[in-house]
């Protein structure tokens, strides 16, 4: 993941200059200014999951010159097979979109059940393979 990395940090370098630049020149629009701020954001929390990853796991076979394609063969990652977190993430998202229209307290509820949603996804399997007996 070394090559997204460095591809999403060069992007992000860039929108973080384009909002520097953007801010000084355009003195009267300051949602063009966040918008390139919420994009700068977004770059460098994927270029930062791509380090992790690569710093995390090592290089992958499609990083390294001299990989066959039977070195990334074999399992490629867990997937839960019943989940009910998309749901609740999905449900959270749709209450807090329409809280936005209708009013703070409807917002504040979906960003509630977002955040559960979230978190019930991230620390679902928090323990997997951990104090198995074989």
């Known amino acids: 993941m070394k090559v997204e990395a460095l591809l999403f940090g060069g992007v992000a370098v860039f929108f973080g200059a384009a909002a520097a630049l953007y801010a000084v020149w355009s003195h009267a629009d300051p949602a063009g200014t966040a ?3 919420v994009a700068f954001g ?3 929390v ?5 380090t ?3 710093v995390r796991h090592g290089p992958r076979p499609q990083d ?8 990334s063969a074999g399992p490629v990652e867990f997937f839960p097979p019943h989940s009910p977190w998309p ?16 009013g703070l307290w409807l917002f504040l509820i979906g960003f509630g059940v977002l955040a559960r949603g979230v ?5 679902q399997y928090v ?8």
């Not at 994927?46 to 791509?50: D, E, N």
């Not at 390294?64 to 070195?71: N, T």
């Not at 323990?127 to 074989?134: A, C, K, R, T």
């Open 127 to 134: 323990n997997l393979g951990v104090d198995q007996e074989d």
């Open 87 to 102: 749901v609740v993430t999905a449900l959270g998202f749709a209450v807090t979109a329409v809280g936005v229209v209708f």
């Open 64 to 71: 390294r010159r001299e990989a066959e394609v039977a070195d």
């Open 52 to 54: 992790t990853n690569y």
């Open 42 to 44: 977004m770059a460098s």
């Open 46 to 50: 994927v270029s930062f999951f791509c």
């Open 35 to 37: 918008a390139l701020i």
């Open 119 to 123: 978190a019930g996804l991230v620390f």
